[in-house]
């Protein structure tokens, strides 16, 4: 098979892949999904009870929201909490990603006859966006993809050997599914099981006799082990009931309820409907959006000359499809173990992928290059924050967003080098995204020294605005006693100071804030807002960026009593919990 991409070219794209997934790995503003606040505190809250079980969360509803493996992993990455940083959390996560990736290669490489076509398969993956928001920060995501994967990249990869294992086989892949179900969900056993079905179905060449009486119990002793994995949980914790409850019903049966009118209705229309389910699983490509669309429209004009492993990718993407399109609750989420077979796809269709695909990625690229660019260059200039000097780039900063634009002109130019251009500029991109909020990472998006010092082991109040919030105020304030309230009480100074005796405040940049007499200013740093209004976000669009997206944020030391009846009151809870 002719290589699809030039040895030089795939390793520079190694390179940049791995240099992109390492840079920023502890930054706050990582593209993440919120659950990592409670998947923190949960981590936090069960070190500092000191056994692995049972897990342990002060948040009101969330205890056993997700089986205990991830969990664990943070334990034992954080030393039981001794060492608290998101390099420490997060580390665990991209070794999972490179070990998928490293699988992927091996596998593809194996049966294309083609190491390089491994290769481009793996890095197709990591230039997903959604491998890169969910493949990096503290998430059930990273174990999940990689361990519901193993078994079937091991089918790819020893082919006849795997599929005729009488045993040997089937128990190394019940253990591997039995550790994703101990690391998001027992329900993945079904998608699992119905793709490992359909392999076996099409091995047999499609006899569904010679299957049953072959390998139906093979699947069924794969079932029956990794449900016995993922039953371990309920073995070791003391309070079985509980997550039979919170995890069982509550988390997982609860997604077959109705959420907007009636199931068969939100089946076809809607934010839930098996139609955006689709649409938002093939928008985890990001970037290659549209490449992924030109190769699954090849794929289906060459059906009748498909190899069996192209068959065999695109039934494991049709299993959990179907599957996860039965949840009232979908979301393209549910569908990022599919993601690495749809880059085999991607990689083996290479050569013969018409260029349009690639050249609207190079557009999307250059729209999202040249808007950060533009800010970036407003906000150093001041022209959005209205303050001379606070807001700072490095050179190298500049020199990666003026190669990354070079180099996406020189790939809309070339149609030789459109496609390894379009590949590796993703890589800058999640890169300038990172390097672009690198100011807030430094002094100015920080506490100085003195104000930690001063505000050690003392109540101090944040806004809130995901659960567990305070997660992140432990990395900026450590040793604080954190507590939370509504971020849309954030402004309201006059409220706050009234109400609590340390607490943070929002005052618009530019604007020092308004204290009482009596109050002191202990310290300030800038925050970059979330959650904003859609009015908000088109006022951002037609310039007002300064205004809605950043905030100074300072720690107000007011005569508020610790023993203030509004504290007291049952009305006022933490806004965290």
């Not at 992928?353 to 660019?373: C, D, E, K, N, Y």
Request: proline share 5%.
């Amino acid at each position: 098979m002719r290589s699809p991409i030039t040895y030089r070219n795939a390793i520079f794209i190694l390179i940049l892949g791995i240099f992109t997934y390492l840079y920023g790995l502890d930054s706050r503003f990582a593209p993440k999904n919120g659950d990592e606040y409670p998947y923190m505190h949960i981590v936090r809250m069960t070190a500092d009870a000191g056994a692995w079980l049972p897990l342990q969360s002060d948040m009101i509803g969330i205890k056993n929201t997700k089986p205990p493996l991830v969990f664990w992993e943070g334990i034992a990455s954080t030393q039981w909490g001794s060492d608290w940083s998101l390099i420490a959390l997060r580390w665990p996560s991209v070794l999972y990603t490179g070990l998928t990736a490293f699988f992927l290669f091996l596998a593809v490489g194996r049966f294309s006859g083609n190491k390089q076509t491994g290769l481009l398969a793996a890095l197709v993956w990591l230039s997903f966006f959604a491998t890169y928001r969910y493949g990096r920060p503290f998430l059930t995501d990273p174990p999940e993809v990689f361990w519901l994967n193993l078994p079937f990249l091991a089918l790819l990869y020893w082919g006849r050997a795997a599929f005729d294992s009488k045993l040997l086989f089937p128990l190394l892949a019940g253990l591997s599914l039995g550790m994703a179900l101990l690391a998001k969900s027992f329900a993945y056993i079904v998608p699992a099981a119905f793709a490992l079905g359909l392999f076996y179905w099409r091995w047999r060449e499609w006899s569904l006799s010679r299957m049953l009486v072959k390998d139906l119990y093979k699947i069924l002793l794969t079932a029956t082990l990794a449900l016995g994995v993922f039953a371990l949980w309920f073995a070791l914790d003391p309070f079985p009931e509980a997550i039979w409850r919170e995890f069982i019903l509550g988390e997982n049966a609860a997604k077959f309820e109705a959420r907007s009118s009636h199931y068969f209705l939100d089946l076809v229309r809607g934010g839930d409907s098996i139609w955006m389910l689709i649409l938002t699983s093939l928008a985890n490509a990001g970037l290659f959006f549209f490449v992924l669309l030109s190769t699954l429209h090849q794929c289906w004009r060459e059906r009748r000359f498909l190899v069996i492993e192209e068959s065999l990718l695109l039934l494991f993407a049709l299993a959990f499809l179907i599957v996860f399109s039965l949840p009232s609750q979908r979301s393209g989420r549910y569908l990022l173990p599919i993601m690495p077979a749809l880059a085999v796809l991607i990689a083996l269709h290479w050569g013969r992928l018409p260029l349009w695909g690639f050249r609207i990625a190079l557009l999307l690229q250059l729209i999202l290059l040249s808007a950060l660019a533009w800010v970036g260059g407003n906000l150093q200039l001041s022209y959005f924050l209205g303050e001379p000097g606070i807001w700072d780039y490095s050179y190298w900063h500049w020199l990666l967003m003026t190669s990354s634009l070079l180099l996406v002109i020189w790939g809309l130019m070339s149609a030789a080098r459109c496609k390894a251009i379009a590949l590796a500029v993703c890589f800058l991109c999640y890169c300038a995204l990172t390097s672009s909020l690198s100011p807030l990472e430094g002094a100015l998006g920080r506490f100085d020294r003195a104000t930690i010092q001063a505000v050690a082991a003392q109540d101090i109040w944040i806004p809130c605005d995901y659960r567990a919030k305070d997660e992140e105020y432990r990395l900026l304030l450590p040793g604080a006693q954190l507590h939370g309230y509504p971020a849309k009480e954030a402004g309201d100074l006059p409220l706050l100071m009234g109400a609590y005796p340390l607490v943070a405040v929002h005052s618009p940049i530019g604007v020092e804030p308004v204290i009482c007499d009596s109050c002191k200013i202990v310290g300030k740093r800038m925050e970059m807002r979330a959650r904003h209004s859609d009015a908000q976000i088109r006022e951002m669009l037609m310039g007002r960026i300064g205004e809605h997206l950043f905030v100074n944020e300072y720690l107000v030391s007011t005569p508020a009593l610790a023993q203030s009846p509004i504290l007291n009151s049952t009305a006022n809870k933490d806004a965290c919990r």
